[in-house]
């Protein structure tokens, strides 16, 4: 079933990118132009790095927005179309690359910095992109999650990780079939932090400021001798 599920994710996302891109340049999602968009750059800001992977960049947004602020970005995305217009508008360098086939010669070099925002969503995908990240990172570099917050995110379901449906309820009606996504609690996520090498060094929830609830959830991790 996990390997079944980390290629309908995939497949969601080919399937979906045209009505994805067309939702980004319209600014059709309120919880990224309220709350997370900004997160993200206030969170990467405050960390001192000149290379930087942009893992699942999708389009490129944030590795322009990084790029503009002189850091040298390399983004991947396993969604040939997300790519091409990530190409097109500039402002790094982008590689059709899955999380699993992550490597030096992926990235170029070694990096300061890997930041993943909302490109998480599977299982085993994301558990070896954990592992082919740590050895990219130079000494002391850090690598920063932004995801859905578990305890927001869970529903009505148990709080325990699992696979769950995904949903494109309140974006459009263009969406076709939505991905299903792994689901990991709070204690399950700074698990599999520490099994890979990595020290959680700060959380931070971003808050809607009109529901008052936290819209996501972001870990600032850094590489540690193991």
């Known amino acids: ?3 079944l599920n980390e290629q309908l994710i995939l497949q969601a996302w ?7 891109l067309e939702a980004i340049e319209a600014r059709e999602i309120s919880s990224r132009e309220l709350v997370t968009n900004q997160a993200i750059l206030e969170t990467l800001q405050d960390i001192p790095s000149h290379t930087v992977l942009d893992l699942g960049c999708g389009e ?9 602020e002189g850091r040298e970005v390399t983004g991947v995305d396993a969604v040939p ?4 217009t990530a190409k097109a508008k500039g402002g790094g360098d982008f590689k059709l690359c899955r999380y699993e086939h992550i490597c030096r010669r992926t990235v170029g070099s070694t990096i300061d910095l890997a930041v993943a925002n909302f490109s998480l969503l599977g299982r085993q995908s994301v558990e070896l992109a954990f592992r082919r990240l740590r050895p990219l990172l130079n000494y002391g570099g850090h690598f920063v999650v932004q995801t859905l917050h578990p305890h927001t995110s869970c529903g009505e379901q148990p709080y325990q990780d699992g696979w ?3 949903s494109w309820t309140g974006i ?4 076709k079939e939505a991905a299903p996504w792994y689901f990991r609690t ?7 932090f520490a099994d890979t090498g990595f020290k959680l060094i700060q959380i931070k929830e971003p808050v809607n400021p009109q529901t008052h609830k936290p819209v ?4 600032v991790a850094q590489k540690v001798d193991i």
Do not use: D, Q, V, Y
Not at 14 to 20: E, I, K, L, R, Y
Not at 81 to 84: D, H, K, N, P, S
Not at 216 to 219: D, E, L, R, V
């Open 186 to 192: 709070l204690e399950s996520w700074h698990k599999l």
């Open 172 to 175: 459009s009606e263009r969406f």
């Open 164 to 166: 769950r449906e995904g």
């Open 14 to 20: 080919n399937h979906n990118a045209s009505p994805w």
């Open 60 to 68: 490129g947004w944030l590795s322009r927005a990084l790029a503009a």
């Open 1 to 3: 079933m996990t390997l």
């Open 81 to 84: 179309m997300f790519l091409e």
């Open 216 to 219: 996501s959830i972001i870990f």
